[in-house]
């Protein structure tokens, strides 16, 4: 034993016998975003669904933007950014538009009545229709791209009385070099009680749902991530600065990530109005006849 206490004494004190083990360098300390808001958990919660409660329709003028692809794939794909609109209304009726640039006709189209959805994609000849969650895998990422990702995404769902919740903190480095700036964060964590199992369990079990992200100098959520029945993040969702469009104080970027199907959506907001009134056949897609349909699972 007093061996390996020699040892271990003589490495601590020997950076400072000589120099030639010691080499300093400089270490750039990031800016502060601003100060830190201080907010309890019943706050934020409640902050989450007065928002979520107060919005009953939207319409937003976006642009898409996507990259496929990722180091499980052993290569990235970028797409060309094109425009379109988003229609959403409560509880999960959805209309997404993509416009082609220069041609300005449709990319593609969706429609959703919460259960199920249509797309058509006019320049292929070709539709889909299915579930609006995915019930069976596509080996085809960009097939498991629901509706109800765009819904998770657009809106921060409310938190449900039956969810276990509880705070952490944390900080967000953003920038490069010299650049650096910190934003202190609150993390949301939200659980809800896992699926009863035969087996008897030494304790009680809960799943992860989500966790929500917030700004602290501002209280805004900044991002969420969404977990599956495994325990891993099926989709981390990002917001960027919010901006007042009139009245609607909303992201104006928004970035959805699926990491085990290596795929990111970028939607640049350009415009937002809240709580107009969308007809029912807004929501409605014909698929023209003769036109090609797949059916997803």
Excluded: W
């Excluded at 490495?11 to 100060?35: D, E």
């Excluded at 990259?67 to 290569?75: D, E, L, M, T, V």
């Excluded at 650049?179 to 369990?201: C, F, G, I, K, Q």
């Excluded at 991530?225 to 495994?230: S, T």
């Amino acid at each position: 034993m007093k061996p390996l206490r020699s040892l271990i004494l003589c490495l601590l004190g020997l950076p400072f016998l000589t120099g030639c083990l010691v080499h300093t360098r400089q270490v750039v300390q990031p800016k502060s975003a601003g100060p830190a808001l201080d907010e309890g958990v019943a706050q934020l919660i409640s902050g989450v669904n007065d928002r979520y409660y107060a919005i009953q329709t939207l319409t937003a003028a976006v642009n898409f933007s996507a990259q496929i692809g990722g180091a499980r794939s052993g290569k990235e794909t970028d797409t060309t950014s094109f425009g379109g609109d988003i229609l959403l209304r409560k509880p999960n009726s959805l209309r997404v538009l993509g416009i082609v640039p220069v041609l300005h006709i449709r990319a593609f189209d969706l429609a959703s009545d919460g259960t199920d959805f249509k797309l058509y994609i006019p320049y292929k000849n070709k539709a889909i229709t299915g579930p609006n969650a995915v019930t069976v895998k596509s080996p085809n990422a960009i097939e498991n791209l629901r509706p109800d990702i765009f819904i998770d995404a657009i809106l921060v769902r409310d938190i449900q009385a039956d969810r276990l919740v509880f705070l952490t903190t944390g900080e967000v480095v953003t920038g490069t070099g010299k650049n650096l700036v910190s934003t202190p964060e609150y993390n949301l964590h939200v659980m809800m009680p896992a699926p009863d199992d035969a087996r008897p369990a030494p304790a009680r079990i809960i799943q992860a749902q989500r966790i929500i992200h917030f700004d602290r100098t501002t209280l805004l959520p900044n991002g969420q991530d969404l977990y599956n029945g495994a325990g891993e993040v099926e989709t981390r969702i990002r917001y960027g600065p919010y901006q007042h469009f009139g009245n609607a104080l909303f992201p104006g970027v928004i970035t959805i990530e699926r990491p085990l199907e290596e795929y990111k959506i970028t939607i640049s907001v350009t415009n937002v109005t809240l709580n107009q009134t969308l007809n029912d056949e807004q929501f409605q897609l014909t698929i023209p006849p003769n036109v090609p349909t797949q059916q997803l699972k």
